[in-house]
């Protein structure tokens, strides 16, 4: 395993604690500026409303379970693919989802730091 793969797998640690914390400080250091967040069900985030939306519990975190994770760096650009099982309180508290989704994720090194450009989800049918 390379370094940067391991440097990979510990920002992506960091980020979905980020998440399930509504930690808005670590998410901004984390995101890119050019963040395209595209959710399970078709809709699609940027930076800002993204973490405009977690900061308004229109998406709160509660459980995030990852399986099946692969980490492949290329240069500067980093892809993670992998499998989560999430609970996310929604529309501030008024719908509870449970989620079972693929997802592929692109990191991009840039100045010698990594930032979460692209979130691509997609739901597995029960």
Known sequence: MTDAVVE????EDRR????????????EELLADELSYTHSNG??????????????KIF?????????????????????????AMHVVANKGERSVDLDSRYSAI???RDGNW????????????
């Open 43 to 56: 809709a699609v985030d940027t930076k800002r409303s993204y973490i405009d939306a977690i900061d308004t």
């Open 60 to 84: 709160d975190y509660r459980r995030a379970d990852r399986s099946d994770v692969a980490v492949t760096v290329l240069g500067d650009t980093a892809m993670v693919t992998g499998r989560v």
């Open 8 to 11: 990979i797998e510990a920002l």
């Open 107 to 109: 990191w991009i090194r």
């Open 115 to 126: 930032r979460f450009l692209c979130w691509q989800s997609t739901s597995i049918p029960s």
């Open 16 to 27: 979905w604690k980020a998440q399930l914390d509504a930690d808005l400080d670590t998410l």
